[in-house]
């Protein structure tokens, strides 16, 4: 029998991957918290419905796309959520960034109900949630990924099954902390060249083509350069990733001196009213407290 699909969590990055789904045949139920949110993929053959709960009722399938893990946790486990309706041998697929603690016990609590849970956090922003090549990292047992697999070849192009439940959270927070890092080394990089009379954009054509090169210096470093703050992934986001880094770091009990400081930045770019900018407006920080300009923002 096919798989029906519910996706609940219609933001930036939500919406493109239910639309995804819905293209490639399935049916799809969908709920967000926002009506309006739902309309483009309802246009592109989804069935609205008014609640979590409501969307369990109807389907196999469950993914969850939604902002932190409160939020994953209300979805789920609160009033009119998901374990209210959802059938026995369904699964939950969250693909929300959230804590791999929290992550492991909503699946416990699903399994005592005959639910299966699958985490599966993205790496790729927005375009690639339209292109449907994001990169998917995914905990829980290989069975359920072997069965979701195939949805998961919709949205994303890199679908690499962890281990457990929970370790695709902890990959996605190890992801947030090289690229949080990266886009702060970037910064500090063009920093020094402009700081010494050499031109940013000659230093990064000549770092793309040796180690230093990386997708980030790639994408991340010409919007940089450009002052092109537009959101892929806003700051105030990555802000609650390296606040689940932190905290995690914290219950392992093990020292990340480079993410700590990393994530100092961020606060401060959200806090100076960026959060709705893209996560590299980190940039704009090191350039004030450099004194140096690099861009014309």
Not at 182 to 188: L, R, V
Not at 270 to 291: A, H, Y
Request: aromatic share 4%; with cysteine; charged share 20%.
């Amino acid at each position: 029998m096919a798989e029906t699909i519910g996706f609940i969590g219609l933001g930036i990055m939500g919406q493109p991957m239910a639309i995804n789904l819905r293209k490639a045949g399935y049916e799809v139920w969908v709920h967000a918290r926002r009506p309006e949110s739902m309309q483009p993929v309802v246009a592109a053959g989804a069935t609205a419905c008014d609640s979590a709960r409501e969307v369990a009722e109807h389907v196999s399938i469950i993914f969850t796309m939604v902002s932190d893990t409160p939020d994953v946790e209300a979805v789920i486990l609160g009033e009119n959520g998901i374990i209210e309706g959802v059938h026995t041998g369904s699964v939950v697929v969250d693909m929300s960034t959230i804590s791999p603690t929290t992550t492991r016990v909503i699946a416990d609590m699903l399994e005592t109900q005959g639910v299966e849970m699958l985490d599966a956090p993205v790496s790729g922003g927005e375009k690639g949630a339209i292109d449907g090549a994001l990169s998917i990292m995914v905990g829980g047992k290989a069975e359920v990924f072997e069965r979701v697999k195939p949805m998961f070849e919709v949205m994303g192009k890199n679908i690499v099954h962890i281990g457990d439940n929970g370790a695709g959270q902890v990959t996605k927070a190890c992801n947030q902390v090289v690229i949080a890092q990266a886009i702060s080394a970037i910064g500090e990089a063009y920093l020094l060249a402009e700081s010494n009379g050499v031109d940013p954009r000659k230093v990064r054509e000549a770092l793309m083509g040796g180690f230093a090169g990386s997708r980030a210096l790639e994408s991340h470093g010409e919007r940089m350069l450009d002052g092109n703050y537009q959101p892929g992934f806003k700051a105030k986001l990555h802000q609650k990733d390296m606040r689940i880094v932190m905290q995690t770091a914290e219950e392992m009990g093990i020292a990340l001196p480079g993410a700590a400081a990393v994530t100092q930045l961020i606060n401060t770019a959200v806090g100076q009213g960026m959060g709705e900018d893209d996560s590299i407006s980190i940039f704009r920080l090191q350039q004030k407290l450099s004194g140096v300009k690099v861009n014309k923002d």
